[in-house]
C-alpha cells in the first residue's frame, strides 16, 4: 500500500508541476479554468525566491504558505506559537501540524460556487477526536459547514486512519466517507468531490473510490480558508472560532470550482 501511494503521490506530484499556474512552478496549465487555490510545500522554496523572501530551511517555523494559482489567495500565521515547521525531505517538502494549536489561513477571498473538487495530500499522525481539520473553508464569521466545506477526521478517536469527515452547506451533519483503514503517517492522496448534477458529494482516497452522501445543489463559500484546523463553534451566543487542531503533515492543498 505504502510503494502504492508513493506511486500515486509521484505521478499527481508530475501532473501539478507540469502543468502550474505560477512562473517558479515550471510550467502553465493547460487550461487554468476553475483553479482557485494551490498550496504546494515543495515549491515554497523556489516561490519565495520569486517573492524576494528570507529562504526556508528545514525545521522552520512557517509564517506564510504562497499560492501557485497565479491569484496569490496566501495562507498566513502571524503568531509565531501557533506556525506550523515546514519540513524538507530529499527534493520534498511538507508541513508539519502539532495537533495543538498550529494552523495556517486566509481572508476575505470573497469566492463562491456550486462545483468543487479539492485535493489534499496528507500524513495525519494521530485522530484525538473533536474534528480534526484538515482543511476548511466558510462564509465570514460562519461556520464552516453551515456555509462552505470541511474535511475533517470527524468526532470519535481513532488509533489509525478510518475516518474521514466530509460536510459543508447543503450536506450538513458529521458523516464517515471513508471505507477503509490505514496506519497514519502515511501520505494520502484525498479527493473530495461536489457534484450538484449528481447531487453527491464523492470522497477518493489514493485513486480508489470511498464513501458518497446527499448534496443539496448550492453555493459553497469561500470568504475565509483554513488548513490545520476548523472555523465554528456549536455553543450559543459565542462567536465562531479555529478549533480542531490537525496533528499531522500537508503536502498539496488544491481546490477548483469544477
Given amino acids: 500500500m505504502k510503494s502504492f501511494a508513493c506511486f500515486i503521490l509521484g505521478w499527481w506530484f508530475s501532473f501539478v508541476v507540469a502543468h502550474a499556474a505560477e512562473p517558479w512552478a515550471e510550467a502553465?496549465?493547460?487550461t487554468e479554468k476553475g483553479l482557485e487555490l494551490w498550496l504546494d510545500a515543495t515549491k515554497q522554496s523556489a516561490a519565495r525566491a520569486a517573492r524576494k523572501l528570507p529562504p526556508l530551511a528545514d525545521n522552520s517555523l512557517l509564517d506564510v504558505l504562497l499560492d501557485g494559482s497565479g491569484q496569490q489567495r496566501d495562507l498566513v500565521q502571524r503568531v509565531a506559537e501557533a506556525q506550523p515547521k515546514f519540513r524538507?525531505?530529499?527534493?520534498?517538502?511538507?508541513?508539519r501540524f502539532d495537533g495543538k494549536d498550529d494552523f495556517l489561513a486566509a481572508a476575505n477571498l470573497r469566492r463562491a460556487f456550486t462545483n468543487c473538487t479539492v485535493f489534499v495530500v496528507a500524513a495525519p499522525h494521530s485522530n484525538l477526536g473533536f474534528f480534526r481539520g484538515l482543511v476548511a473553508f466558510n462564509q465570514t464569521d460562519r461556520r464552516d459547514y453551515e456555509s462552505g466545506f470541511t474535511l475533517d477526521l470527524n468526532a470519535p478517536f481513532s488509533s489509525q486512519l478510518n475516518n474521514l469527515n466530509l460536510e459543508?452547506?447543503?450536506?450538513g451533519g458529521a458523516r464517515n466517507l471513508l471505507k477503509t483503514s490505514s496506519r497514519f503517517g502515511e501520505l494520502r492522496i484525498i479527493e473530495c468531490s461536489a457534484d450538484p448534477q449528481a447531487r453527491k458529494i464523492r470522497l477518493v482516497v489514493d485513486g480508489k473510490a470511498e464513501?458518497?452522501?446527499e448534496f443539496v445543489p448550492g453555493e459553497l463559500t469561500m470568504d475565509d480558508i483554513?488548513?490545520?484546523a476548523r472555523f465554528y463553534t456549536n455553543e450559543p451566543n459565542q462567536p465562531h472560532i479555529v478549533r480542531g487542531f490537525f496533528h499531522g503533515d500537508l503536502a498539496e492543498v488544491i481546490i477548483y470550482n469544477r
Avoid: Q, S, W
Fill in 168 to 171: 459543508g452547506r447543503g450536506f
Fill in 28 to 30: 502553465k496549465l493547460p
Fill in 88 to 95: 524538507v525531505v530529499g527534493t520534498n517538502a511538507f508541513v
Fill in 226 to 228: 483554513t488548513i490545520g
Fill in 211 to 213: 464513501g458518497e452522501r
